[in-house]
């Protein structure tokens, strides 16, 4: 029983695994099938011989075979070691066809080499002379053959010698931008419309190689030439579909002048079939139908519909078991396709993987920079001291011991004792500055004969000692510095990679939906173009007939898309006339969940003209709101250029992306290096995010700020040294979560200092701005600023400056209009 059921556990796997195996060799066998078929037909040169044949086979106007040099001068420059076989193939085409110019094609293709061996030698740009070789040598090898067997050279054999070697002319030009289309393996770059033309007229000339070939009254070339029409008006559409039937029944009727009447059906049923591409494969046939019947009881009368539908049905048949495969593939070369537009996404996607990557090998070498420039704190610091002390007592003992007489006393027998109470004078000299402990001097007067001068010695290595010492402090405190900048660079780097990385989706059907709601209500929009449709981050630019200022952007536009969208959507910037045609330009954009509404208010000392103070307001690209106070130095011109200065480096590196940290270090360190005044500035920042209200205040030397919450006043504050002062210091950063009536009041010491009568000036502070009767921030501003000077019986004896800033949740200033019938746009959730 046990052996039964094991068998029976063990036979589906064993089925299983020899499922796959045969599925493994099955595309294993097709896979090697593949590339051998792609060997003979490109690496062995199978497919130009079929070509070669065919062509050699070719004519037109009953006599003319112009086809065959230019088909030789391709391969010939572009495939020179396939001319062999090209040759050999158009020679056995010519044999074996019904026009019976062998002679004049053996001739032709000794002529065109032989004299291309004369122009290789004596011209340079060999291609741009190969259509007049191919001309010459049809010229010669024609007449030569109708004077040999005619004895004459009429006008009419002069005529049509130089029409079939003018075609010759035109058709060098034509294979030489069709012929790498059909011998090379992959097409690089995408088609251009002239060579899809070439592409066609190589084809075409290629099927008059099939005049002549009947199968049970169905014409093989008419099957050939509609089936091709099939393929490019399905991949292509109307437009080449429709230049595909043309071009190829102009061919085939200069070939055979019965089929004149092809043109007209291939150029309508490439339109037709165009037009019905969306019914995929049925649908294109059903178009070749249809231009059949039409233009076939035109064309023939009705006498033989039968047999040119019989043709048609053979072709859309072979159209049928063409693999999709194959069709994507051509699709991927022909302009306005959709394979064509993933092919094209495909190499802007590669070409942004490698920017990016680029940037990230960037923010990789700042990163390494930035870690080879940090020093541990905690490495080697008990040898370094030791060594330190050594070295200080050596350069002591060399000024003092090294002359001395007892000095194998003190450092050879007593060398513990001796160093162990030197040391001690050190200690005693870093902590005092000087060796005041009688106790020690006692005790080291009675082990030193030059007490006084080994003394004195220690107090002038000390000296030296702390200069080296702040030395080095600085070095390391530099080198922090610039870790900590490049360790910013690299960030910001790193995210700037991301943001090149992010997928950027096209956005039609949504753009469509939005200008059909928007025109449906009577509104002018020209174009709309959607950039992000994320929740909370939605980017819109649309141009709108110019409406005389009437705010229809803000007031209309808006509020629709607002419902569309199902979030608050405001106007972010607006052009007017923008576009020739007298269009405005308008940018829509989430709007954020808070808004800051600022008041300020300042003076300059005495009531001059120039404060030493700046301020500055800025919103950030980030969805962040800045405040920014600095405080030069002194009063007048050169501390407001400080403190100006000081904003402006700060305005530009947080906009560059640098986290604020970073930004004030590199700030301080730029202002600290660039000048030997004593001209320092203090800088007070808030950094608000106004999607949570979150707040980030870092204070450089500046006074502390108050909240103002109902009846609550909450105090800001840190202890850091002004900017300028020394190059390298920790900044202390204090967040706060503002919320939705918080008034937050930023000043300058100017204000904080100004009551001189006034002991405990943060209770001071605390109650007036208790004591305030209004919430607007301009009005708290001004009121604020006007009891500070009264306080000082109107004496402004300093600048003074107060920014006030309220939290409010953002309103919109519209509400949403409701569209008829709104369409449901599908977009991303952040």
Not at 43 to 67: C, D, H, K, N, Y
Not at 691 to 716: C, E, H, N, Y
Request: proline letters at 3%; hydrophobic letters at 45%.
């Amino acid at each position: 029983m046990i052996r039964k059921a094991a068998k029976e556990m063990i036979e589906p796997a064993r089925s299983v695994m020899v499922h796959e195996r045969l599925i493994s060799f099955t595309s294993g066998m097709l896979t090697k099938a593949g590339k051998t078929t792609q060997a003979i037909f490109y690496q062995w040169g199978l497919l130009v011989a079929v070509v070669g044949f065919l062509l050699g086979r070719a004519m037109i106007l009953s006599e003319l075979t112009p086809f065959v040099l230019p088909f030789l001068a391709a391969v010939y420059m572009l495939k020179r070691e396939k001319a062999g076989i090209a040759a050999l193939a158009l020679m056995a085409g010519a044999l074996t066809s019904y026009h019976g110019s062998i002679a004049f094609v053996i001739v032709a293709i000794f002529l065109y080499v032989l004299m291309q061996k004369v122009v290789g030698r004596y011209v340079d740009k060999t291609t741009k002379a190969l259509p007049y070789t191919v001309f010459a040598a049809s010229m010669t090898a024609r007449l030569g053959l109708v004077f040999i067997l005619e004895g004459t050279i009429t006008n009419y054999a002069l005529m049509m010698a130089t029409v079939e070697a003018g075609l010759s002319f035109i058709l060098t030009m034509i294979f030489l931008q069709s012929v790498p289309l059909v011998t090379s393996r992959k097409v690089k770059q995408p088609l251009r419309n002239e060579e899809i033309v070439c592409l066609i007229i190589l084809l075409a000339s290629v099927m008059t190689g099939t005049v002549g070939w009947v199968i049970y009254d169905v014409t093989v070339e008419h099957v050939l030439a509609r089936y091709l029409v099939l393929i490019f008006a399905f991949v292509g559409g109307a437009a080449i579909g429709s230049t595909v039937g043309v071009v190829t029944g102009l061919i085939l009727s200069l070939a055979s002048v019965a089929s004149l009447y092809q043109m007209s059906l291939l150029a309508f049923s490439g339109l037709l079939g165009g037009l019905l591409k969306d019914g995929k494969k049925i649908g294109v046939g059903i178009g070749l139908l249809v231009g059949t019947l039409l233009i076939g009881l035109y064309g023939e009368g009705g006498t033989n519909l039968g047999v040119t539908l019989l043709e048609s049905l053979a072709a859309i048949a072979i159209f049928m078991l063409t693999p999709r495969d194959l069709i994507g593939k051509l699709a991927r070369y022909i302009p306005g396709t959709t394979e064509y537009s993933k092919e094209q996404q495909q190499y802007l996607r590669k070409i942004r993987d490698v920017t990016a990557g680029r940037v990230e090998q960037f923010s990789t070498l700042f990163q390494t920079l930035s870690q080879s420039f940090q020093t541990s704190p905690d490495t080697d610091i008990p040898e370094d001291a030791e060594r330190e002390v050594d070295y200080f007592l050596s350069n002591v003992t060399e000024k003092t011991c090294q002359t001395c007489f007892k000095k194998e006393k003190c450092w050879v027998q007593n060398f513990s004792s001796t160093y162990e109470s030197m040391q001690k004078l050190m200690k005693e000299t870093e902590e005092r500055g000087e060796v005041t402990s009688q106790l020690l001097l006692s005790e080291w007067k009675k082990q030193c004969i030059k007490p006084e001068k080994v003394i004195q010695a220690i107090e002038h290595e000390h000296g030296h000692f702390q200069a080296n010492q702040k030395l080095k402090r600085q070095v390391l405190e530099s080198r922090k510095l610039v870790a900590d900048q490049l360790l910013g660079v690299s960030r910001v780097m790193g995210d700037f990679a991301k943001e090149i990385q992010k997928e950027k989706q096209a956005h039609h059907h949504q753009e469509e939906q939005m200008l059909e709601a928007l025109r449906g209500v009577g509104l002018e929009v020209g174009h709309i173009d959607i950039y992000n449709l994320e929740k909370g981050n939605i980017e819109i630019e649309m141009s709108i007939s110019f409406d005389q200022g009437h705010g229809q952007a803000e007031k209309i536009i808006a509020p629709m898309l607002s419902d569309l969208l199902k979030e608050t959507i405001v106007v972010k910037a607006e052009q007017a006339s923008y576009y020739p045609n007298g269009y405005s330009h308008i940018s829509f954009s989430s709007a954020k969940k808070f808004v800051i509404e600022t008041g300020i208010a300042n003076v300059a000392k005495g009531g001059a003209y120039v404060s030493g103070d700046s301020y500055s307001t800025i919103e950030l690209g980030a969805g962040k709101y800045a405040i920014a106070i600095s405080d030069g130095m002194g009063n007048g011109e050169r501390a407001h250029l400080e403190s100006n200065e000081t904003l402006q480096l700060l305005q530009k590196v947080l906009q560059s992306g640098i986290e604020e940290t970073v930004a004030i270090k590199s700030v301080n360190s730029v202002l600290s290096l660039r000048t030997t005044d004593e001209i320092f500035s203090t800088l007070d920042l808030a950094m608000i995010d106004l999607q949570d209200a979150t707040a980030r205040f870092l204070k450089i030397g500046s006074i502390p700020s108050f909240i103002k919450r109902g009846d609550k006043v909450i105090k800001i504050e840190a202890s850091n040294l002004p900017m300028g002062i020394i190059q390298e210091f920790d900044v202390d950063v204090v967040s706060e979560q503002l919320k939705p009536g918080d008034l937050l009041i930023m000043m300058s010491d100017g204000i904080f200092e100004a009551p001189k009568h006034v002991e405990n000036k943060e209770m001071w502070v605390r109650r007036m701005i208790n004591e305030l009767d209004t919430t607007d921030p301009q009005q708290v501003a001004d009121v604020m600023l006007e009891k500070v000077i009264r306080s000082g019986r109107g004496m402004i004896e300093d600048d003074m400056t107060i920014i006030v800033a309220e939290v409010k949740r953002n309103t919109p200033k519209w509400a949403a209009i409701p569209l008829y019938k709104s369409p449901k746009l599908l977009r991303k959730r952040a």
